[in-house]
């Protein structure tokens, strides 16, 4: 029996791929390599390249590889993007997803994890945000995820499959042995924009809005350790080995943090003072959001054991600093 992981070259995916390889599961990734890299692809894990849209590369890679789970990263991320090229978004995240849940239910694949997303939630009345707020993503990227999840619950309803979506606050830091990290050119995340004005990568940082509702103006947001998100897929794949029932989960800490404190903890790491400029806000961002972490805990059996915002910087940070050494030797 193999897991097949979509989108594991990429940033999230890759660190799935070192947990599973770590847990002696056979791995087999699938990715196009659009925004991921084959080098990120650990051995022994096999990565195919190719389309997660191509049922008939999917169909025989389920047969070939005896695949019994598949984890889909997969797909599109960038907000703004998904609002100049919504159709594109649709494809990529929903049509490609819907492809994909067709090739498991019909080569019998019984267990299905999904990449969703705290943009589902849109701009949450209030905070901590639990699994059963109200769904009004802003966005296509939202929409595309949320179309997602509807599409697995009532596939699972209808077929012998089971589902965990789970919906991720701010994904954030890098592997604590430094074998992979975020490695997209064109990041926009904050820890990682942030960790590159420190490195000197970037002449500044700009805050994006100060006059929010919160104690210090700036955004707060929920940033969880990679590797503590990758512990709870693998939590997530026992739990559904195990015939647990499908289910939507958010992965976050439960603990909020200002775009100022972020700020102030990567200077601290890093020791460097960059420039700081206070800008307008951007549309779309909510105030606040941070998880409801009761089911994650309760379904999962999930703990954390990295949060630490310190502890997130310092291995982003490195992992940054890797990226620059590759790019010196290239
Ligand atoms: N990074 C975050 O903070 C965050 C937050 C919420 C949800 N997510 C979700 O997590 C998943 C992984 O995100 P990430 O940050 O690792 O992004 P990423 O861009 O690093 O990884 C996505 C991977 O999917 C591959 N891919 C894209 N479309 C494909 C297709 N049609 N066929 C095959 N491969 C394809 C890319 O080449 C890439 O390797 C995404 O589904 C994203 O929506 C991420
Ligand atoms: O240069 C920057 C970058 C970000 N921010 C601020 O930092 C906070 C975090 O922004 P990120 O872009 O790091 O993350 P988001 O909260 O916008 O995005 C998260 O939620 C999105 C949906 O809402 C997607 O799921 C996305 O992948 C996920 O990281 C926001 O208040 C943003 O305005 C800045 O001030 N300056």
């Not at 990568?201 to 998100?229: A, M, N, W």
């Not at 026992?238 to 102030?264: D, P, T």
Request: charged letters at 20%; proline letters at 5%; aromatic letters at 8%.
């Amino acid at each position: 029996m193999s897991v097949l992981v979509t989108g594991g070259a990429g940033y999230i995916g890759s660190h799935m791929v070192l947990a599973l390889n770590d847990a002696g599961e056979d791995v087999v990734v699938l990715d196009n390599l659009s925004t991921g890299f084959s080098w990120a692809v650990a051995e022994p894990a096999k990565l195919v390249v190719g389309d997660i849209g191509d049922q008939a590369l999917v169909r025989d890679l389920i047969e070939r590889e005896k695949v019994d789970a598949i984890i889909h990263f997969a797909g599109s991320i960038v907000v703004p993007d998904s609002v100049a090229d919504p159709l594109g978004y649709y494809l990529n995240n929903t049509c490609k997803s819907r492809a994909l849940i067709d090739c498991a239910v019909n080569a019998g694949v019984k267990h299905f994890i999904f990449s969703s997303t705290a943009a589902v939630y849109g701009m949450p009345e209030e905070n901590p945000v639990s699994e059963e707020a109200s769904l009004n993503p802003i966005s296509p990227y939202g929409s595309s995820k949320l179309m997602t999840e509807m599409m697995l619950r009532d596939t699972a309803l209808a077929f012998d499959l089971n589902y965990v979506a789970l919906r991720y606050f701010n994904v954030a830091g890098a592997d604590g042995q430094g074998r992979s990290g975020q490695s997209t050119p064109r990041a926009t995340h904050l820890i990682k924009v942030a960790v590159q004005a420190a490195l000197g990568q970037r002449p500044k940082l700009e805050v994006f809005g100060t006059d929010y509702p919160t104690p210090d103006g700036t955004c707060i947001r929920d940033y969880i350790h990679v590797s503590d998100l990758v512990a709870a897929h693998l939590a997530a794949l026992r739990y559904l080995r195990e015939g647990g029932r499908s289910e939507v989960i958010n992965c976050g800490y439960g603990n909020g943090y200002s775009v100022f404190q972020v700020i102030e903890a990567v200077k601290r790491v890093s020791g460097v003072d960059f420039p700081v400029d206070q800008g307008p806000r951007r549309p779309g961002d909510p105030a606040a959001l941070v998880a409801g972490v009761e089911r994650i805990g309760k379904v999962l059996g999930w703990t954390p054991e990295r949060d630490d915002l310190d502890q997130i910087v310092a291995d982003a940070l490195r992992w940054e600093r890797h990226l620059e050494d590759m790019a010196a030797q290239s």
